[in-house]
Every structure is written in structure tokens, then in C-alpha cells.
């Protein structure tokens, strides 16, 4: 079963995940490390800030900075968006962009304050135009909160770093349990030594757990299109993990 890492900011320039290309293959690198096979950039989309235009035109200069530089040692990299979620984005004009290229799968970032029923009504209007949220680092928002979301039937993803702190996992257990989780992320910014612990100390937690959520996480990017790698990097900003 593939490894796959569903939320990390890995474009280069694209948000403040990653200045550049070559903070952009060490943080790739720290994914390898960790055992990760596949990854979803995952750069951050704000309705109030940006035009979808503006938007899509950025991000694929950045991903094109970070694609020439790629191989095959480094994890698949796949891009979409983290989409603030905010009511009324299901008439967003072009919001198929924002999904994993090549899907329906649409990764929805909460605000962290002001929000109610309304929201919950607007993804789940999302969901009836033929998308599939998933909602980001669930971990973050009151659990009353996102009860309501998942009641629904609305898809969670889960952050590597809620691992680290056993008290708070139980709390989640459920969630997991239940299939309500579907994906996992490291949410990486930037290139932090001892990077790739918190996602292996996640997958060494969950077990067999892990390969269930990734077998999920793999109906969800089934038809997307990856970055395509070239044959050798560009040797200024070729990167190991030491």
C-alpha cells in the first residue's frame, strides 16, 4: 500500500511552505525519509485574496520550478489547493482547479472562528456539484464542530503532528475508527531537521490503521495526475537527506 502524504506546502514560492526549489527538494527528501511514496501539494487558496486565475496561473510557475528539478527517488508529487472554505464557495466559476489535478477531490481548510450551520450547508453543496471535500487537519477545530461535518458523511484528514501527543489522539480514535478519516498529512512548512519523524511516528502508531486510511487516500487520488519527473536534477539544487 502506498505511503501517501495528502497535505504538505512543498511548491516553491507558492505560499510560505517553501521559499524556494531547493527548500522544496529537501523537504521532498524528509517525505522519502519518512517512507513516504506520494505526496499532494497542497498550496493554501484564500477567495478573499485571490482570483482564481491569478491563482492557477502562480502556482503552476511553481510547480514547474520544483518538476525540473524532480527524479524518481523523490516521492510522487501530485498538486491541488487548501481551499479556505468560506459560505457560498459552491459558485465559486472554476473551483474543479482547486481539486487534486485529474479528481473531484477538494481538500477544504476551515476558519478557526466565526462559523456555523451555514458553512456546513456550503460543503455539503460542494459535495451535491460532484466534488469530494475533504476536510483539513481536523484536528485543529472544536470536535463539536466537526461532528456536525462528519455526521454528513463529510471526509476528514488528519495531522501527523496530533501523533505526538497521546492524550489528544484518544480523543480522535473514533473518527479513525469509524472511516471517517481518509487521508493524512504532514501539513510540512519548510524543511525542519527532523522532519520526517512526526509522519513514521504516525504510521508506527496507527499500524494496520495506516494502510486503511492510505488504501482510502488511493480512491481519492485514483485518475490524478502526478508532476513528471525528469531523468537527472539540476545539479545546483540536487539535495540528499543527511
Known sequence: ???????????????HGSDSSKTSLAQLALLRAAGVDAVVATPHFYPHMHSMQSFLEHRARCAERLVRHLTPAYPTAFVGAEVLACEGLEHMEGLEHLAVKGTR????????????HGLVETVLQIREHGFTPVL?????????????????????QLNAELFAHPLRLRAYRRWIENGAVVALGSDLHKAPKNGHRPFQKMCAKLGPEADRIFARTAELLEGAVPLTPTEAPQKEEALVLT
Open 136 to 156: 483539513a487537519h481536523v484536528d485543529r477545530y472544536p470536535r463539536a464542530s466537526i461532528e456536525e461535518f462528519l455526521h454528513e458523511g463529510i471526509l476528514a
Open 105 to 116: 477531490t477538494l481538500l477544504l481548510e476551515l476558519p478557526f472562528s466565526g462559523w456555523g
Open 1 to 15: 500500500m502506498p505511503i501517501i502524504d495528502f497535505h504538505a506546502h512543498i511548491l516553491p514560492g507558492a505560499d
